[in-house]
Structures are given as C-alpha cells and as structure tokens.
C-alpha cells in the first residue's frame, strides 16, 4: 500500500496557513517550531515571487515575516534595546 501523504500546498496557501497555525499555537512547546517553519515559508514565498508579486503581496510577506521575527523574539526572552534618555523630563535648559 503506498504512503500517504499531505496534498501539496502552492507556496502562497502554504505560508499562510503556516503563518496562522503559528499565530495561534497554544502548545510553548511546539512554538518554536511552528515559528520556524512558517518564517521559512514566507521567505520561500518572497523568493518565489520575486518578480511577480504584488506591492500589496510584498507588504503582507513583510508584515508576516516581522510578525514571525518579533514572536521568536519574545519567545526567546529578549528584551527590545530601548534608547537611553539623554535628559530628564521637566528639566529647563
């Protein structure tokens, strides 16, 4: 009998449903890895459509691709780097 396997996806239903699953996985234990694989998808997906995606495809790619970065941020326990106040409020000069 032969192995069954998952229909293939075309690469843009492929990343947005890795993008979604990501979103919403409950499980910190195989966050990671959904994070993972969904950023690989998207850049897939640029890579791919490099010359025939639209501007409003490219800015949606981006968007997920921050969205994705900033979540394996977080995930990873860093802070973001917060500029030093150079002076204090309320201080004439």
């Known amino acids: 009998m032969p192995k069954q396997t998952a229909p293939v996806l075309n690469s843009n239903e492929g990343w947005k449903r890795l993008f979604e699953a990501a979103l919403f996985e409950r499980d910190r ?3 990671p890895a959904r994070l993972l694989e969904a950023k690989h ?20 790619l ?11 941020r977080l995930e990873d ?13 309320g201080q004439a000069a």
């Open 29 to 31: 234990s195989v966050l």
């Open 41 to 60: 998808a998207i850049m897939d997906r640029i890579e791919d459509s490099i010359d025939s995606a639209s501007y409003a495809e490219r800015r949606l």
């Open 62 to 72: 981006l968007g997920a691709l921050n969205t994705i970065s900033e979540l394996q």
């Open 77 to 89: 326990g860093n802070e973001p780097a917060r500029p030093e106040p150079t002076q204090a409020l």
